[in-house]
């Protein structure tokens, strides 16, 4: 099965900082999904960045950047230029590519950013 | 462009209760999924629905079932509600013919039990 671990419950960060958040995860798929999503205190989750798993160029999505290293199964997310609006639980999602509709999300436990003014 | 919608926002039952969430897909999606969202906790996939029919479950007791009408629409209905019940439930939408969009979530239903 597979499992996705986010190894640091909680990250700090001063603003305008940059921080990397980890995330690995176990699978014996080729073809999956990556996403990390953000949950601020409002609750709804966030989709902040995705992957697919065959793509080798790492996804940027303005200040969000993920390192994907496919071979170690690691997916980290880095925030560059933090804001106090990034503080927030964060998320990663695998996702089987399920033979090319939608599977479902396996989620990690979380990391809680905060962010210093 | 309406979101995912999800009612009641908070709920509060008893043990041995039943309950019934309720969700509403963005306009335009056709799959509904719903989660379990403990506290401190990563949400955990209930199950899936598509075309009316359960089409994934997780590893979740019979005492979790699920409907979706025609228009798309879902409930999540809970039996015998148990103290450990109590989560944060979300509901997410998507498209089912295109594998590579992300799921849309809705702000969920607090259910506490006492």
């Known amino acids: 099965a597979q499992t996705v671990t986010q190894s640091q419950p909680e990250m700090s960060v001063q603003e305008a900082e940059t921080v990397t958040l980890s995330c690995t995860y176990d699978?014996?798929?080729?073809?999956?999904?990556l996403f990390w999503y953000k949950q601020p205190p409002s609750r709804q989750m966030i989709l902040v960045i995705r992957?697919?798993?065959?793509?080798?160029q790492n996804a940027t999505e303005n200040r969000f950047s993920v390192n994907f290293q496919k071979a170690a199964k690691s997916f980290s997310l880095k925030i560059s230029d933090s804001q106090l609006g990034d503080a927030a639980m964060y998320f990663c999602?695998?996702?089987?590519?399920?033979?090319?509709?939608?599977?479902?999300?396996?989620f990690g436990k979380g990391t809680k950013l905060s962010v210093k003014p | 462009d309406a979101g995912v919608t999800q009612s009641p926002t908070h709920l509060i039952k008893t043990r041995g209760q039943q309950v019934t969430l309720r969700c509403s897909p963005k306009?335009?999606?056709?799959?509904v999924s719903w989660y379990q969202q403990a506290l401190g906790q990563g949400p955990q996939f209930i199950f899936q629905?598509?075309?009316?029919?359960?089409?994934q479950r997780g590893n979740f007791p019979d005492r979790f079932s699920g409907h979706q009408f025609p228009n798309y629409s879902s409930e999540l209905n809970v039996n015998a509600l148990l103290l450990g019940d109590s989560a944060l439930y979300l509901c997410?939408?998507?498209?089912?013919?295109?594998?590579?969009?992300?799921?849309?979530f809705g702000d969920g239903t607090r259910l506490s039990i006492l």
């Open positions: 992957q697919e798993a065959y793509k080798q």
């Open positions: 629905y598509y075309e009316e029919e359960e089409r």
């Open positions: 306009s335009g999606h056709d799959t």
């Open positions: 999602a695998y996702r089987d590519y399920y033979g090319g509709s939608q599977g479902n999300l396996i």
């Open positions: 699978t014996s798929e080729s073809d999956y999904y």
């Open positions: 997410a939408s998507s498209l089912s013919v295109v594998s590579n969009q992300p799921q849309h």
